[in-house]
């Protein structure tokens, strides 16, 4: 790629403006940056010049150049300025190398919050499902961004309703850093119910300032999940939904995908079963997706002061269990594995979910 020797605020305003000129994509506008060596070089040069582009054809290249999309770039960086908003353009610092994986990385990122540093493979995972979920699906999303969290793990969502909302809010419950990708402006939180979670993530957009959400919009924001991201977790979502898409560009981008399975005849566990056919990796808990992504040892499991039965039974409770098999790992006979649950259940610190037992 090449890198401009320009002032890293020219180049950014030139990149910003060809962003804000009709006709042209993330692609048209590589193709001008890679073309004459800058953004800026491309803004300056002639129509002979602009038609020896490939792929640029006539409406293109009367469009560079105007003097609206300039006027539109001035007033976003102050826009951007006054909102604590910062922009990221492709080929200069502090643009997520991750991204370079898509085949159409956008020119410009609209970012509020703290980015955490994101290499070709970062060590974050996107995590990715319906939002009519089940309970069990926000149980289980909740156990596995918890830890992933406490390993230091960024999570990535859409912040959509559903799973996308347990994802983010336990991840950052725990200390941990979360990525929310919008189909709308950072400025323009959708759904407005989650205002308050997305005021303690950072948030990430390839769409200007006070770009309304649009159906066609969350499609394209599901690629950057995929990419920013070293894998994609699916824990629901039906055979057309927008999981399964974020699915595909996570393997387009040489991502892995993980799966949960679900309840045999769900169509909210269609996509993963899918997915899990075709080569996807069957995961139950934040250790299955470490494991096979070689992240570390296993996760810490805090014990709090608890009585010994009851404590064995919480520290048996790594993944989602029923009474066979917390009695097989506790070895408690089971009228004192019962009494045990109880309690814990009393203090809050478990939950029965379909049958099943796990940590709240």
Request: negative net charge; contains cysteine.
């Amino acid at each position: 790629m090449t890198t401009s020797v320009l002032a890293p605020a020219d180049e950014l305003l030139a990149l910003l403006t060809l962003r804000f000129t009709p006709q042209l994509g993330p692609r048209r506008i590589e193709g001008l940056r890679q073309h004459f060596g800058s953004a800026r070089a491309a803004l300056s040069a002639g129509l002979g010049e602009l038609r020896e582009v490939p792929g640029l054809d006539v409406k293109s290249v009367a469009a560079i150049g105007a003097a609206k999309a300039a006027e539109q770039a001035q007033a976003e960086v102050l826009k951007a300025w006054e909102l604590g908003v910062t922009l990221l353009g492709r080929g200069l610092d502090g643009y997520p190398e991750a991204l370079e994986a898509l085949g159409d990385p956008p020119p410009i990122l609209w970012v509020l919050g703290d980015l955490p540093e994101l290499p070709v493979v970062p060590r974050a995972v996107g995590i990715v499902g319906t939002r009519a979920a089940s309970p069990h699906a926000h149980t289980l999303t909740r156990q596995i961004a918890t830890d992933l969290a406490r390993a230091d793990v960024t999570v990535v969502s859409g912040l959509a309703r559903g799973v996308d909302t347990s994802a983010h809010t336990a991840a950052v419950d725990a200390g941990g850093v979360s990525i929310g990708i919008l189909g709308s402006a950072v400025n323009h939180v959708y759904p407005s119910e989650n205002a308050r979670l997305a005021g303690r993530l950072t948030l990430l957009s390839e769409y200007p300032l006070g770009t309304p959400p649009a159906q066609h919009h969350f499609p394209t924001r599901n690629r950057l999940i995929a990419a920013l991201s070293a894998a994609t977790l699916v824990v629901e979502g039906e055979l057309k939904s927008g999981s399964l898409i974020t699915a595909t560009h996570a393997l387009e981008c040489g991502r892995t995908v993980f799966a949960v399975p679900g309840r045999a005849g769900d169509p909210r566990a269609a996509g993963p079963h899918r997915l899990l056919r075709e080569g996807a990796v069957l995961t139950e808990s934040a250790q299955d997706i470490l494991d096979e992504l070689g992240w570390g040892a296993a996760l810490a499991q805090p014990l709090p002061d608890l009585p010994p039965e009851q404590a064995r039974v919480y520290g048996a409770l790594t993944t989602l269990s029923t009474l066979d098999d917390l009695q097989a790992s506790s070895g408690l006979p089971l009228p004192e594995l019962q009494t045990a649950l109880l309690m814990l259940q009393l203090l809050g610190l478990v939950e029965e979910v379909g049958g099943r037992w796990t940590r709240r």
